[in-house]
C-alpha cells in the first residue's frame, strides 16, 4: 500500500534538501507546502519536483496556525497514509523500509491505527535526547491536525501504537537555529490559542515549557493552571514532571 510524506516549510533552505534526500525512497509521494518563504527554499523544492515525479510543491499563505497549514498539506495527499516531516528532521537510512511495513502490517489485517515514532534530539550532529512518545507521525491520511501550535493530531478512539522509526531532530541547536525568536513566537501562538480554547491543559503545559527558559515564576503559574484544568492521567504526569524540573 502507498504512504505520502507531508511537510509544511518556511524559510528552510538550511536543511529541506537534507530532509528530502532522506524520505525520497521511503514513502510513495512527498507533499511539500510552502508557507511564505523569502529565502532559496522553493527554489530548492522546485529542483526536486522536476527531477521527481513524486515530489510535489504547494504553496499556503501562512495564518498563524500550524494546524491550518499543516491540514491543508494532508488535503494534498492522495495515499491513504501519511508521514510527517518537518524540514529539521532527517529520516534514518536503517529506518527507510519501516514505514511502508508497519503501513503493510495494517492493511493486511484491514485494521488503522496512528503511530508515534522516536524522537532524536541533536546537537552539533549528536543525539542530546530521545522522546519515545508523543509524536505520532505515521497515520491514516483523512485525520486532522487541531491547536495553532504544538498541533496534535485528533484520532478518537482508533489505537496508538509506539513504533520504532527514529527522525533526526536538530530545529533546538543553538547553533543553528534562533531559540529565543522560536520560543516568542511559540508563546505568542500559545496565548491566541488559549484565548480561544482557555481550559486545554495541554496548551497550558506547552506555554510553561516556553516560558521555563525566561521566567520560571511564570511557568510555574502556567503549569499549575495546567495541572488544575488536566483530566488526563498521561498528560498530568507529564505537568507534575515539567513541575519538578523548574
Known amino acids: 500500500m502507498s504512504v505520502s510524506a507531508a511537510m509544511i516549510i518556511k524559510n528552510s533552505e538550511r536543511c529541506v534538501s537534507r530532509c528530502l534526500d532522506s524520505i525520497l525512497t521511503a514513502v510513495d509521494e512527498i507533499i511539500v507546502v510552502d508557507t511564505g518563504s523569502t529565502d532559496r527554499s522553493i527554489q530548492i523544492v522546485e529542483s526536486y519536483v522536476q527531477k521527481y515525479d513524486h515530489v510535489k510543491l504547494f504553496h499556503f499563505e501562512w495564518v498563524n496556525d500550524f494546524s491550518a497549514a499543516r491540514n491543508y498539506s494532508l488535503d494534498q495527499v492522495s495515499n491513504e497514509w501519511v508521514f510527517i516531516v518537518d524540514s529539521d528532521d532527517v529520516l534514518p537510512l536503517e529506518d527507510h523500509h519501516k514505514i511502508r511495513s508497519y503501513v503493510d502490517s495494517m492493511n493486511s489485517i484491514g485494521q488503522k ?4 515514532i522516536i524522537y532524536d534530539n541533536t546537537v552539533a550532529g549528536e543525539i ?8 505520532v507521525r505515521l497515520f491514516p491520511s483523512n485525520l486532522r491536525y487541531k491547536d495553532m501550535i504544538h498541533e496534535q ?4 478512539d482508533i489505537p496508538r501504537i509506539q513504533s520504532d522509526i527514529h527522525l533526526l531532530h536538530d530545529g533546538y541547536d543553538i547553533n543553528l537555529v534562533d531559540i529565543k525568536a522560536k520560543k516568542k513566537r511559540n508563546i505568542e501562538l500559545l496565548i491566541k490559542n488559549l484565548g480561544e480554547d482557555n481550559d486545554n491543559a495541554r496548551l497550558w503545559l506547552h506555554l510553561g515549557r516556553e516560558m521555563s527558559v525566561i521566567d520560571k515564576e511564570k511557568a510555574t503559574r502556567y503549569l499549575n493552571i495546567a495541572q488544575s484544568k488536566a483530566n488526563n492521567p ?11 524540573s523548574l
Open 153 to 156: 493530531i485528533t484520532f478518537g
Open 128 to 135: 542530546v535526547e530521545v522522546i519515545p512518545v508523543g509524536y
Open 113 to 116: 491505527c496512528v503511530y508515534d
Open 234 to 244: 498521561e498528560l498530568l504526569n507529564l505537568i507534575i514532571k515539567e513541575k519538578n
